[in-house]
């Protein structure tokens, strides 16, 4: 790793001129302090040390300048442009975020596609539509009829250390990630007129990914912790990368832009197949439950690679869960604690821009004024949440604009002291999807924008310990309200809860008994 690439990673150029700085301390130290103890003719004065330090870094730097100028003279232009730069897997996501913000355009090439439809095409859509400016997006990623290459590639995932994160995968689940991202590219076509998006179908895969923007191309491997590579618009190897792009789309087949309007949030099994259908990627050995999949697939839209504190499934110990409460319970003067308007006393023990830790707790017995009756709500962020104590019953729910409406669509907007409720022209209707209860130690996950709603029993003190993460700071949450409700409803925040001895106290006193 050459100097310039070292200190271009700020995480890198902190920790680098950190341990120089230390160094050189240690130095000086041993030199003017320690050394004049063993030897006191080594001891010097103030003034001539500082007028000798001057002068040394004077000499190194016009030897720095002369070598640095003449090893730019003798290295060939072509040496000079066709520099790879190696990027620590925690560096990526400031990169891809920086080159979706000014980029107008975006080839990608890989297998799935699943982060480019989860996070590459809605934020190039979001800046498009802030900056009003058209952006081209090619995308070129497996054939999801060819079942030798599904195969190919499933053995190859089944290969990697991705696994122990991601799970096994077979031909169904790969055939399955091909056509969610297929869907969601035909929604885009159709929703987003400032995007032109195509996307083709290769028959090989490669191991790399390749996602080049107007700023530069960034390589990376199915391996998380891998580094990538990452290559400069002016470097020689850029427009090589371009290229591949470019004859991948000419040697592969292009998916068709048909008249099917596909929108992923009323998103069916039948209207998937008929998209499906219509695009010419229909094929045969599909089934009933791959369509299911493939509509569960996009109505997640989870980003593969965007994790909270907790995965559903897992459970953190009760060491753990005790230092939390512990935590809270001292500090619960300096937390942000609210009645919540769904029912429930609400406290942030830590947050920042992406990522926050919550505790939600449900005395028993004792409810808000300030609850409200409509409960049916979505998140601008994914969470996942554990039970700690009690039960609770969380509901999914679909919209759809298609029906008889049953709900008016409410944008949620929150302010210091109120949140304000707006009633908006959009209006729905409902089916309940599944419902899971849950008791202590289990956990879930829900994705952003999925409609839902909780409850706990009112009779029994029930507590859950939630953490947010992949958060869209540009969306506004959502509330189902009455067809015939007001425009504009106001909630001031009810900041007032129980005594912390009521809320914690019985929570560590129910864990520690275990």
């Known amino acids: ?94 990169l891809f975020e920086k080159a979706m913000q000014v980029s107008d355009f975006w080839y990608y090439k890989g297998s799935c ?9 809605p934020v190039m859509a979001y800046w ?13 990623i497996l054939d999801p009829r060819d079942q030798a290459v599904c195969e190919t590639y499933a053995e190859y995932r089944n290969s990697t250390r991705s696994v122990d994160v991601d799970g096994r995968w077979d031909a169904k689940r790969v055939r399955r990630e091909i056509y969610a991202t297929a869907l969601t590219v035909l929604h885009y076509q159709a929703h987003e007129k400032m995007l032109r998006v195509s996307l083709g179908f290769s028959r090989a895969f490669s191991s790399f990914r390749i996602d080049l923007s107007s700023l530069y191309v960034i390589v990376t491997k199915e391996d998380r912790l891998a580094p990538a590579m990452k290559c400069d618009k002016e470097s020689f190897f850029y427009q ?36 499906i259908q219509a695009a010419g990627l229909a094929c045969a050995i599909l089934d009933e439950r791959d369509y299911e999949e493939i509509v569960r697939i996009c109505l997640e839209r989870k980003n593969p690679y965007e994790h909270g504190f907790i995965s559903e499934g897992d459970s953190i110990s009760l060491e753990e869960i005790r230092s939390l409460l512990e ?68 509901t999914i729910v679909s919209v759809s604009v298609a029906g008889n409406s049953t709900h008016q669509i409410y944008e949620v907007e929150y302010g210091a002291e109120e949140s304000v409720l707006h009633r908006t022209s959009s209006s729905v209707s409902t089916e309940y999807g599944r419902s899971r209860f849950m008791r202590k130690g289990e956990t879930y996950s829900l994705p952003r924008k999925m409609f839902h709603f909780t409850s706990a029993s009112a009779g029994q003190l ?15 949450a959502r509330v189902l309200g009455d067809l015939s409700g007001p425009p504009l409803i106001r909630r001031p925040i009810v900041r007032r809860t129980p005594p912390v001895e009521s809320l914690i106290g019985p929570l560590l006193e129910a864990i520690s008994e275990e």
């Open 113 to 121: 596609g699943r982060y480019f439809r989860t996070r590459t095409l």
């Open 327 to 394: 935590y809270a319970s001292t500090a619960w003067g300096s937390l942000s604690t609210i009645w919540h308007s769904l029912g429930f006393v609400h406290a942030t023990l830590w947050s920042n821009d992406q990522l926050s830790l919550r505790l939600h707790i449900w005395p028993a017995g004792v409810r808000s004024e300030g609850e409200q009756q409509w409960k049916i709500h979505d998140h601008v962020y994914a969470f996942s949440s554990m039970v700690i104590l009690g039960s609770i019953t969380d």
């Open 1 to 94: 790793m050459s100097i310039e690439s070292l200190l271009s990673q700020p995480h890198i150029r902190r920790t680098f001129f950190l341990a120089v700085s230390l160094v050189a301390a240690v130095i000086v130290g041993i030199r003017y302090f320690v050394l004049p103890l063993i030897d006191p003719s080594l001891k010097v004065a103030l003034v001539p040390f500082i007028s000798r330090t001057a002068e040394s870094l004077l000499m190194s730097l016009l030897v720095a300048v002369f070598v640095g100028s003449f090893l730019f003279w003798i290295t060939p232009r072509v040496v000079r442009v066709a520099s790879i730069e190696a990027i620590e897997p925690r560096a990526l996501p400031a």
């Open 128 to 140: 498009a539509r802030n900056q009003s400016i058209s952006r081209e997006i090619v995308a070129i």
């Open 462 to 476: 029930t507590a859950t310990i939630m953490a947010t993460y992949n958060i869209d700071v540009n969306d506004t």
């Open 240 to 275: 090589s990368y371009r290229d591949e792009v470019y004859l991948s789309q000419r040697q592969g087949e292009s998916m068709l832009q048909p008249a099917v309007d596909t929108f992923l949030d009323t998103l069916s099994v039948q209207g998937a197949r008929d998209a």
